[in-house]
Structure formats: C-alpha cells, structure tokens
C-alpha cells in the first residue's frame, strides 16, 4: 500500500512538473515573453507620445503665423520689411 501511494505521488508530480515545465512554450518561456510585451507596450507609448508631440508641431507650422515667422527668421534668416541685418566680424587679432 505504501508503495502504491508513493507511485501516485511521483506520477502526480511528474504531471505538474510537465504541465509547468514541459510542451513547446514552458512557463518560463512564457514569464519571458510577458516581460518582453510590457517592454514593448512601453515603447509604443514613448513613441505615440513623440508622435502626439510632432502632430502638435507640425499643426503650428501649418496654421500658426507667430510659428511660422519665427521658423522664416531662423532656418532662412528672412527679415521683415524695412528691417536691416547686420553682421559683426572679429578682427583676426581677438579670435
């Protein structure tokens, strides 16, 4: 009888030990890959909120005149009617 019980024994912890560790994804495969979708869910979220943050710029570029004027002025350094430039130069002696 006590033999009996201990073969029981072993075959219920080989069925659990299978059900855990056996077939083609194991739990530990399993923990891997849920840790490998959180890292990925995080970065989709950094990249919908670089995406967001573009969207914004690019409506401003689009619509907003205060945007535009000052993009003009320092990518192309355009001036205003009847403003002047002026640049200042070193003398070779103070560089």
Sequence with gaps: MNRVRWIVLLVVLGVVFFALQGGEYNT???LSLRSR???ERAA???LQHEVDSLTRVKKAVETD???QERMAR???GML???EWEFTLVRPESDR
Excluded: C, D, S
């Design 65 to 67: 005149p205060v945007t």
């Design 80 to 82: 205003r009617q009847g």
């Design 44 to 46: 989709v979220e950094a």
């Design 37 to 39: 979708e959180k890292a």
């Design 74 to 76: 320092e990518l192309y």
């Design 28 to 30: 530990f495969h399993w």
